[in-house]
């Protein structure tokens, strides 16, 4: 921003006019107020979103899958005045939309971008996120409970094009939900009726439904298959600090079970390729 200013809101010391956030959701009752600046769209496009590109250029130097958060504030975002305490008194602003990933396309050729469309998404944003075919995410903690037609996170609605995930690093690891007042009974009965069995190990659940989905990519916390609480809970959105603080460290590698747990997994549905799937089965015989 710093580097970049006319590309923000910002006023004539600098200071940001209005900033980014999300309106009241399920993390939180007064929303999530950010407190990053906005980008001025218009700027932006009058110089071919070329600040843009340079990011994507720099983003894919070190990673080959980009997960854009907030994927839905390209179609409309929730503009918050820099004045307001929490992120409840602020407005949906449109977003550049379809044309701006148009041009991106246009200068870097095909993007590998997982959309993070979670929170509140309209009809706009799926369209959007279709019309250029990126994948969606279902994360399975978000599954249970609901009626079964209506929440796309059940297993058994998921789509080829999409990444599934246990849980993201705004969810509590599996065990700490499992375990916390974020799950009751009604989500306990439900999922224990879909794998038809007593849930025992919350996260090891999850961890199969996510392998056994027809998503293109699964994708597990090593929360979840270190089967760990929530004192490894890696962010809870809205709270400010105390986020980001746990590591995986040397010993953790060590956990020969949850590694040749996770390894059957992947080789049982089809995540691996080669032929282990056959030493597999020998290594496995019948029950």
Do not use: C
Request: glycine share 8%; aromatic share 12%.
């Amino acid at each position: 921003m710093w580097a970049n200013r006319t590309l923000f809101y910002l006023d004539d010391l600098g200071n940001p006019t209005v900033i980014a956030g999300v309106p009241p959701d399920y993390f939180s009752e007064t929303g999530q107020r950010w407190g990053n600046p906005l980008y001025n769209w218009e700027a932006m496009a009058k110089d071919g979103y070329s600040w843009w590109i340079r990011r994507f250029k720099a983003a894919l130097k070190q990673v080959d899958l980009v997960r854009i958060d907030h994927f839905r504030g390209f179609e409309a975002y929730w503009e918050v005045p820099a004045s307001e305490a929490t992120a409840v008194r602020g407005q949906w602003v449109p977003g550049p939309g379809i044309p701006f990933f148009k041009v991106i396309e246009a200068a870097l050729g095909h993007l590998p971008i997982i959309a993070e469309d979670l929170g509140v998404i309209t009809a706009g944003v799926e369209a959007m996120r279709d019309n250029l075919e990126l994948p969606g995410m279902k994360v399975l903690q978000f599954a249970w409970g609901n009626l079964p037609e209506a929440n796309l996170f059940l297993p058994h609605h998921h789509i080829p094009n999409s990444v599934v995930y246990s849980g993201t690093h705004d969810n509590n690891t599996t065990i700490g939900w499992w375990n916390s007042e974020e799950t009751d009974l009604h989500i306990h009965h439900h999922l224990q009726l879909y794998v038809n069995h007593d849930i025992t190990e919350p996260n090891w659940e999850l961890i199969r439904l996510a392998e056994a989905s027809t998503s293109h990519i699964a994708v597990v916390p090593m929360q979840d298959v270190l089967s760990l609480g929530a004192e490894a809970r890696m962010n809870t959105p809205g709270l400010p600090s105390g986020n980001w603080s746990w590591r995986m460290v040397e010993e953790n590698f060590a956990d020969v079970a949850a590694r040749d747990r996770l390894r059957d997994l992947t080789l049982l549905y089809g995540r691996a390729h080669g032929t282990r799937f056959v030493e597999f089965l020998h290594e496995h015989p019948m029950i």
